[in-house]
C-alpha cells in the first residue's frame, strides 16, 4: 500500500502525484478502517501531512475524494478472461462484483448513490469514474459473445442494464446477498433470455 507524506505540506503548494496517491490511500484506509461517516478532509490532512487548503483545492468535497480514491483502486484490478462463453464471462464478472460490494465498497456505494441523487455535478461525476468503467466490461463481453456467435442482439445499453439492474437492486433497495450462487444463478437466467445458445 502507498506510503503517506511525512512533511507538512503549505497550503499553496502545487499538488502532485505523490500527494494525489497519498490522499486517495488515506481516504481507502479510513473507508476500511471505521466507515465512510469517518472520512473527513481533517482525518485525511492528519494522516498524510497534507494541508486541508490543500486538500480542498483538489477535492471540493470527501465524496469526491473517495469517488476518485475508488475509481484509481478500479482501475488496477485485472481485467477479467476470457473464459470462451457469455455464461462464463458473466459468472467470472458478477463474482468478482459481488465479492467487492460484500465488503466496505458496498456500504459506500450506498452512500455514494445518496450523495449522487441530490448533487446533479457530483452524479456525473460518480458515473464517470466509477461506473462507466463497469459498463465497458459488460458490453465487452456481450460484444465477444455477439462475435463468438452466442447472442443475437447488439452490446447496447440496454442488455448492459439488463446485467447491472439486477445488481444494483439488490445492494441498494433488497440489501439481499450477493454470493457466487445468485451471481451464477444471474449468468445463467441471463443466457437463458437473451441468447440463443442455451445455459448449462
Partial sequence: MLGYIASKMPPGRP?????????????IDLLEEQGYAA????????????SKQALYRRWKHKRHLVVDAFAE?????PDLPDTGTL???????????FSMLRGTCGMTNRVLFTEALQDPEFLLEFRERHLIRRRRQVSALL???ADRGECDLPADDTLVDL??????????LQNAPL??????????????LVCSVEPT
Wanted: hydrophobic content about 50%; glycine content about 4%; some cysteine.
Fill in 15 to 27: 499538488f502532485n502525484s505523490a500527494h494525489t496517491a497519498a490522499a486517495r490511500t488515506a481516504a
Fill in 39 to 50: 472520512i473527513t478532509m481533517e482525518a485525511v490532512a492528519e494522516r498524510t501531512g497534507i
Fill in 73 to 77: 483502486k478500479a482501475d488496477l484490478l
Fill in 87 to 97: 455464461q462464463g464471462d458473466l459468472q467470472a464478472f458478477l463474482r468478482a462484483t
Fill in 143 to 145: 460484444q465477444r459473445a
Fill in 163 to 172: 446485467v447491472l439492474g439486477p445488481v444494483w437492486y439488490r445492494l441498494l
Fill in 179 to 192: 454470493d457466487e450462487a445468485t451471481a451464477d444463478k444471474f449468468a445463467k437466467y441471463f443466457c437463458h
